[in-house]
């Protein structure tokens, strides 16, 4: 009824409105994955998506670094201020973008960061811990606790396929 | 408490790949038997089979995690049925129980038995072996798994069945818990 309204307010005074039936193009993207150990060490960091200037190795370092201390804090916080008891977040939503968490009892924090409209990852992240880092990085003995899981090839390989092929890495909604 | 845990343990257990328990049971026999070949002082396998373990615990704690719905537990009786009910079923398809008259005074000692012991099958310890943990490895497990939710813990075998016993049992004891250590970047 409303739209009713405006619709005759408009055409009343012949306003010129932009076709109603415009569609808002969107796009669906997974922007980048971390994981990091307990005491703060980037096991792995992937990133699609983003445009290249600027992102020199240094700066994606001290992104990350940046990004665990932010984590870090931002959960100490959540859990001190939290009317209810509460032991972590899910996600948190900007303007721009979604960022997904998941923190193991053993310190290992996912983190994936996906466009704002993206629904939840924890599933996603989910089977990022159990059914890629438990099988293939923690079952594998050549891989060393705490080191980087860059090296991990059969890891490494099997999360970038998971992650490129999910429907939300990279689509236009038309809403 | 104790039966919400008996039924996590035994929905993982079904969800759990398995394999030939006779196999798993030679394959150990078979490290302890080429350990004690390799070092001859049965004090030094003793301390190796519990550093093989503490590594493996290491990492089981993680699929521990992924496959049980076992999230934080928050006192240490709550961390001492997972891991006799969820812990011990999934991962050696037998069934712990906490001894509730073992507990002490401030709830940090508790002791667990093991009624079945899958590693023990066939197993018969000669007279001058008889100071061989044989199962070091799961003292070692424990202490690695909790090393990395956070609880410094002491664990070892009070009561052996190769000794005459008729129950596998545990002593654990829970030494500190240790607190996230950040390290300070030089920003």
């Known amino acids: 009824r409303q739209m009713c309204i405006r619709d005759s307010i408009n055409a009343e005074y012949g306003v010129f409105r932009t076709d109603r039936s415009a569609r808002i193009r969107r796009e669906r993207m997974i922007f980048n994955f971390y994981i990091f150990s307990r005491n703060g060490t980037c096991l792995y960091y992937e990133e699609w998506n983003i445009p290249k200037e600027g992102r020199t190795p240094k700066a994606i370092q001290e992104e990350q670094k940046l990004m665990f201390g932010l984590l870090y804090s931002l959960r100490g916080f959540i859990t001190k201020t939290s009317p209810k008891p509460c032991e972590t977040f899910t996600y948190y939503k900007t303007s721009r973008y979604k960022l997904h968490y998941l923190e193991t009892p053993t310190g290992l924090k996912f983190v994936l960061n996906t466009d704002k409209d993206a629904p939840t990852m924890t599933d996603e992240l989910k089977k990022l811990h159990q059914e890629y880092y438990v099988e293939y990085a923690l079952k594998n003995p050549l891989y060393k606790l705490g080191e980087p899981l860059g090296a991990c090839e059969g890891f490494n390989s099997r999360v970038i396929n998971f992650l490129t092929s999910h429907p939300e890495f990279k689509r236009r909604v038309v809403h | ?187």
């Open chain 2, 1 to 187: 408490m104790a039966a919400n845990k008996q039924k996590e343990g035994e929905r993982v257990f079904k969800e759990q790949e398995k394999i030939n328990a006779e196999l798993f049971t030679l394959t150990y026999g078979a490290i302890v038997s080429q350990l004690i070949k390799d070092y001859e002082d049965i004090e030094e396998v003793n301390t190796q089979l519990e550093k093989m373990g503490y590594n493996i615990g290491l990492r089981l704690i993680d699929e521990f995690l992924a496959r049980s719905n076992v999230g934080r537990c928050h006192e240490f009786p709550e961390t001492a049925e997972t891991i006799a009910k969820v812990g011990f079923k999934m991962f050696l398809g037998v069934v712990g129980s906490v001894l509730p008259n073992s507990w002490n005074a401030e709830r940090t000692e508790f002791s667990l038995i093991l009624e079945e012991n899958p590693l023990v099958d066939f197993c018969e310890l000669p007279d001058n072996y008889s100071s061989l943990n044989y199962c070091n490895i799961i003292c070692g497990v424990i202490r690695g798994a909790l090393e990395m939710v956070q609880m410094r813990v002491e664990c070892r075998i009070t009561k052996s069945v190769l000794r005459g016993d008729d129950v596998t049992e545990f002593k654990i004891t829970l030494k500190e818990r240790l607190t996230d250590d950040i390290p300070m970047g030089d920003d």
